[in-house]
């Protein structure tokens, strides 16, 4: 009987459980992959422990956290535009939801730069996605645009007259005064975010030395051209043209 017993495991259920470990394993659908790049329009150099978050989440209740679907950690991020891959499972997404792309660069676990829009995507049908963020005011006593007087102390990157102050000031309701130097101006500036556009400029008559008047003509030249602005963590105000060069760097009187 012992025999027969032996037998049955040696030749019944060895062959079962050989084979119940061959049997293939059910695989889960072929990942998918959104690629692309974070970047934003600031001149600003990230420092070596900046850190890039970017995530897939669903964005479907606007009144609550959605599920992050993928995430990916860059560290360190190197320079911008930094480049992203975010891997998931398809079988993770749910059928009509609202899907979006979130990123944001911190240093130091504080908030530099982070998506201010949606960036809409169909996770099944991803396409290579730029992801343009904004920049984050972190001081809550960080120098304000309005209200402040700024002296220059670039212009065109050719520096300034140091013994002459042109200087830049801007309200709330964006009105524009200062001195190029030379003579007093002001103008009407339109702000939107960290966009402005200084129009309908007026200034004095004054005659100065030449050397003096080239740097005032520079200014007004630079107001013209300005597309954009920014205060850098160190408390200085930059102008900046469309294609985000500098025009004017100022510094808090």
Known sequence: MLGKFAELILFGLAPMM?????????VSAEEIVISGEVAYRERIALPPNAVVTVRLTDVSLADAPGAVVAEQTIQP?????????????????????NYALQARITVDDKLWFTTDQRYAVDPLKPEPAMLLLKMVRQESGATS?????????????????DNAQSTFSVTADGKVAGSGGC??????????????????????MMACPEALMDQERKLFDAFGKASA?????????????ADGIDLVRFAAQ
């Open 229 to 241: 602005y920014r205060i850098d963590n160190s408390g200085k105000l930059f102008l900046v043209d």
């Open 145 to 161: 645009l309005f209200g402040t007087t700024w002296v220059a102390e670039d212009i065109a990157g050719k520096g300034v007259i």
């Open 77 to 97: 991020a190197g320079q911008v535009p930094v480049k992203f891959e975010l891997r998931y499972d398809p079988a993770v997404v749910q059928p009509k939801m």
């Open 18 to 26: 050989f084979g119940a470990l061959l049997m293939p394993v059910p």
């Open 183 to 204: 003579n007093r101006f002001f103008a009407q500036a339109e702000i939107k975010g960290d966009r402005i556009k200084i129009a309908n400029a007026g200034a004095t």
